[in-house]
Structure formats: structure tokens, C-alpha cells
């Protein structure tokens, strides 16, 4: 069963990959591109001057945006978690959510 999934997976995903093509560009002039290499030929250098200069970037001015955190707040962030806390939650989020990185859905860990 598991070998089945897998192939249906991939399949799905070559499928989705082959559909998701940029076929043809229209430019600004009203000239449409068809051929892939002048396809690349355009967006590429778009792309290369976009991530060239860190000058570009926005610089958000997050001080004073957030509230001060004392030293009991600290503390109370420090704390491990009681296995009730643990339980109340777990048990509190729906069975069949994505998987975590265990590959586990939570009806795993609420069934235990």
C-alpha cells in the first residue's frame, strides 16, 4: 500500500511540475516571448539585480513595537511544561492535522 501512495505522490507532483511551465511572456511593449531561452533571457536579470544589493532591503523600525518582557515574564517562559499541559494540549488539537516532523498525525500521540 505504501509503495502505491508513493507512486501516486510522485506522479502527482511530475504532473503538477510538467503544468506549471511559463510558456509565453507578454513585455511591456506588447512583444510576447515564446521561447524558453529568451524567456530566461528576460526574467533572469530581474531576479539577479533584485537580490544584488542588500540596499534594497527594508529596514523595519520594530523598537518600542513590542511590550518589555521583565524578569518574571522570563522566567515564567523558562518553565518545562507539566505532562498536563502537555496532555490538555495535545488533546485539544484536531487528530488529523499535517504531520509534525516525526511524520506522526496527532491521533498518533491521542490514542497513546
Known amino acids: 500500500l505504501g509503495d502505491r501512495k508513493m507512486r501516486f505522490f510522485h506522479m502527482t507532483a511530475f504532473t503538477r ?5 511559463i510558456k509565453r511572456i507578454f513585455l511591456e511593449d ?7 531561452q529568451d524567456i530566461v533571457t528576460h526574467i533572469e536579470p ?3 539585480n533584485l537580490f544584488k544589493h542588500n540596499s534594497r532591503l527594508f529596514k523595519w523600525p520594530l ?4 511590550p518589555y518582557l521583565h524578569k518574571d515574564g522570563l522566567f515564567a517562559i523558562q518553565v518545562v511544561p ?7 494540549v495535545v488533546f485539544s488539537m484536531g487528530s488529523l ?3 509534525s516532523l ?3 498525525h496527532l491521533i498518533f500521540f491521542q490514542s497513546q
Do not use: A, Q
Open 30 to 36: 506588447g512583444c510576447m516571448l515564446e521561447n524558453h
Open 82 to 88: 507539566t505532562d498536563w499541559e502537555i496532555k490538555v
Open 97 to 99: 492535522k499535517s504531520p
Open 46 to 48: 530581474y531576479y539577479i
Open 63 to 66: 523598537i518600542g513595537y513590542f
Open 102 to 104: 516525526d511524520r506522526l
Open 17 to 21: 511540475r510538467k503544468r506549471k511551465v
